[in-house]
């Protein structure tokens, strides 16, 4: 019995050589684009392949529109042309690192390249090298697609159903974890293995999603319903994360008394997971749940701080929001397993669109894939005789827009994999080629050496030395009808992936420094950046209506707070520990952890200042409030200046001596006003808004003295 | 004091310019440095470091094509 290791490179291989075979008979030129399509499109399952094999195609059409054009256009002004060309791959390598669609834009950027470059902005040529590679890009899907669907078909449905299965376990799983937390019990070491085990289920759960979609009828047809689940999903992670974030302030708190039904609501929410696991078992559910919520004991309330109510406002409104959400979820899963029916048109989310934010990441890397394009053009150009002439700039778009759209990836990780596959293919070329006469020798050698390479590169995480290894031997033996050996090709493709590797590391530090420490430190102050622009609109009236240049202001900023998290947690992983012995890498995950939740916090209190507050409370509170606000803005400008160690004592005793004055002056400005006056719902957005402000300070003071343990001093030094 | 007649190398048949494994080595011999001096913290003498790679390979490229490879 054959591994699935194996039966995927046959496939693979296989494809290679039928789709070489067809293109020779047919007395095409440059055979190899049909075997560029098959080792690109080639995954796992059928579904995952078609998808990938449409955006190759669909890009490839895409791209031979817009090269023509430019050719028709600006033949005549080898400037204009290329200014042209590197604005559209720019462009494309901006779209591409969004969240749609990557590959399509990938293709529809470098193929543009590919076209114009080898037609030599010849009108007539153009035409045959943008027919050639469409055909040959058609072909070598065709050939892949056919093989894939009758060799071996594997269907991504029952890897979905599986990783539908286990995503819901996870996040059970996390919900009880959660709530052990909430009680002061739980383990938190075990917290972040399970969060990141979340994390890739949800992962695996949209890849397979797409996938399923496109080669199981069934997941198809209830594509609508799975997509709704997919954003239920999404918002539950996060959800969890934000309701998680609001423990720290509870723990001096015996939560059973002031939320008498904790038991039950967890009781409720433990069966309706266990209920969604059942129903994903194709088993009926038992239960229906009914709407609940998380109640106050108003006598247990009056003995608390105001602080300690503040805590378990904002503690209640996210548990409040976990209830209707994993409702929410029990109907959809309900649906799509057929137990009960739900209007989808009504069901559908929110959509999140809002118009477009510029993305800085993104900006850079289309700057950078401008900047590589324009100094291997200028090469081109200027130096003669330069190695591989047009073949450098070709080059140059497929490799850049990967290297620039991944800054996290060492160039040296991509270096040594192309090297070895330049060693490898030139062998291949020089040793074995020459003694080949016959389609049958090729093919044998084609099948043998992409079997191998596929064989040996199988995993995910070795993606990149499958595609070099691919890449590098397809056009190295650039296999014709009219073969002919020359040194040279190997030689000039050596040296112009030396130059290229050149171009990529000059490039790579314009305009910043892509040292992971030195990003880490950008990243951080920009974030603290935002966060303090954030801060500062609480100070503006939530009743008044913000101007669009305000609301797009803000969404920038918003989003930014958002995801730096995360990039910092992945730029954090590269810093070289060996390098830099006063800071291990838990003490910069922990930052990371910090600083997702000074983010959720933010959201938060931002969330909190649009509820309603009454009147005479927001006049009473006022100053205090704004003082308050003054000071973590003043705090979050010294990050943004300069993010490093603040005195953690003095800003504890701050931030205590804050506590008790205002506890004092909300008692006073109760007692004025006669809290028996104020409606209840306006009091509770009040206490949101003060476990918010409490809340940003708590996770400020945390990150001043997780920052002042860790030398952030030595990471601003140069190095090499 | 040097016998300075450039001449190629022959590897296999075939041949290189002197130029471009003297320019290898010189890398070659620039990369080592520069770890050496990220290793003991001296590199935070420099002002900006990949400039003084690109410098310090021109310098050993400069001396190999001197006194190892003739140019």
Redesign the interface.
């Known amino acids: 019995m054959l591994s699935i290791r194996t039966k995927e490179s046959i496939k693979t291989a296989l494809a290679m050589t039928i789709a070489y075979g067809i293109a020779l008979s047919m007395e095409w030129d440059k055979p190899m684009w049909a075997g560029f399509a098959v080792a690109f499109v080639s995954l796992s399952t059928v579904g995952q392949s078609i998808n990938k094999a449409a955006l190759r195609v669909l890009g490839t059409l895409v791209a031979v529109v817009v090269a023509l054009a430019l050719i028709a256009l600006f033949a005549q002004d080898r400037w204009l042309f290329i200014l042209s060309v590197t604005a559209w791959v720019g462009l494309c390598t901006y779209l591409m690192s969004g969240p749609k669609y990557q590959y399509f834009w990938n293709v529809c950027g470098f193929v543009v390249v590919i076209i114009t470059m080898g037609a030599g902005a010849d009108s007539a040529n153009a035409f045959n090298v943008a027919m050639l590679r469409a055909q040959e890009t058609g072909l070598g899907i065709l050939v892949y697609g056919l093989v894939s669907v009758l060799i071996w078909p594997s269907n991504s449905r029952s890897d979905f159903e599986a990783a539908v299965v286990k995503l819901a376990a996870t996040q059970h799983q996390l919900y009880r974890v959660y709530y052990d937390l909430m009680n002061g019990k739980g383990d938190v070491a075990n917290v972040q293995a399970l969060r990141s085990s979340a994390l890739q289920a949800q992962t695996r759960f949209n890849q397979l999603l797409a996938s399923a979609q496109t080669d199981s009828y069934e997941v198809w047809e209830l594509r609508r319903q799975w997509r709704r689940y997919q954003g239920l999903v999404s918002e539950l992670a996060e959800v969890l994360e934000h309701w998680r974030e609001s423990f720290d302030e509870l723990q001096a708190l015996d939560l059973h008394s002031q939320l008498p039904n904790l038991t039950a609501f967890n009781a409720e929410m433990d069966r309706r997971f266990d209920q969604i696991e059942r129903m994903l078992g194709n088993q009926a559910p038992e239960w229906e749940p009914a709407a609940m919520d998380l109640d106050l004991d108003k006598t247990a309330l009056a003995q608390l701080s105001h602080f300690h109510k503040a805590a378990l406002a904002v503690t209640r409104s996210r548990a409040n929001r976990l209830e209707s959400l994993t409702r929410s979820l029990f109907d959809s899963i309900s649906d799509i397993k057929g137990f009960a029916q739900v209007d989808s048109a009504a069901a559908e989310l929110a959509d999140s669109k809002g118009g477009f934010i510029l993305d800085p990441e993104r900006m850079l890397s289309a700057f950078r894939i401008v900047l590589i394009l324009w100094i291997a053009w200028l090469l081109l150009v200027y130096v003669e005789g330069i190695p591989g002439g047009s073949l450098l700039v070709m080059m140059a778009a497929p490799i850049g827009m990967a290297v620039t759209t991944m800054p996290q990836v060492p160039l040296f990780k991509l270096f040594v994999p192309a090297v070895v596959s330049v060693l490898f293919a030139g062998l291949v070329y020089i040793f074995v080629m020459p003694q080949l006469s016959s389609f049958f020798g090729l093919g044998i050698l084609l099948f043998a050496v992409t079997f191998t390479i596929c064989y040996l590169f199988a995993s995910p995480q070795q993606m990149l030395g499958r595609v070099f290894g691919l890449a590098f031997f397809v056009v190295i033996i650039s296999v014709d009808n009219q073969q002919s050996y020359n040194?040279l090709t190997v030689a000039n493709t050596a040296m112009v992936f030396t130059l290229l590797f050149s171009i990529f590391a000059?490039n790579a530090?314009i305009p910043y420094s892509p040292l992971p420490e030195r990003v880490f430190l950008r990243l951080l102050a920009r974030f603290f950046s935002s966060a303090e622009y954030l801060i500062s609109t609480l100070g503006q009236d939530p009743r008044r209506p913000l101007t669009p240049g305000e609301r797009r202001h803000k969404r920038f900023h918003a989003r930014e707070v958002g995801l730096l998290p995360g990039k910092l947690g992945l730029w954090g992983k590269m810093i070289d520990q060996r390098?830099f012995p006063d800071t291990d890498a838990k003490q910069i995950q922990a930052l990371v952890t910090n600083l997702q939740a000074l983010s959720y916090r933010i959201n938060g209190v931002i969330e909190a200042r649009g509820l309603p507050l009454s009147d005479a409370m927001a006049q009473e509170l006022t100053q205090d409030m704004r003082q308050w606000r003054l000071a973590i803005d003043a705090f979050l400008q010294r990050c943004s200046a300069q993010p490093s160690a603040e005195p953690v004592q003095a800003l504890e005793q701050r931030l205590a001596q804050r506590l008790s004055q205002l506890e004092a002056r909300i008692n006073e400005s109760f007692e004025r006003i006669g809290e028996d006056r104020l409606n209840n719902e306006e009091v509770q957005n009040f206490y949101r808004l003060l476990g918010g402000f409490r809340g940003v300070s708590e996770a400020l003071v945390g990150y001043a003295r997780l920052s002042a343990a860790m030398n952030l001093a030595q990471w601003r030094?140069?190095?090499? | 004091m040097f016998d300075y007649v450039p001449s190629e190398i022959s590897i296999g048949g075939?041949y290189f310019p002197p130029l471009l494994l003297a320019g290898i080595l010189g890398v070659v011999l620039a990369w080592l440095t520069?770890?050496v001096?990220?290793r003991y913290?001296l590199?935070?003498?420099?002002?900006?470091?990949?400039v003084?790679?690109i410098a310090l390979a021109i310098i050993y490229t400069g001396l190999i094509g001197t006194l190892l490879i003739p140019v």
């Not at chain 2, 590199?43 to 990949?50: K, L, T």
């Open positions: 040194f000059i530090y390098l030094e140069s190095r090499f | 075939i520069a770890m001096l990220n913290r590199s935070r003498f420099f002002a900006y470091p990949p003084v790679f």
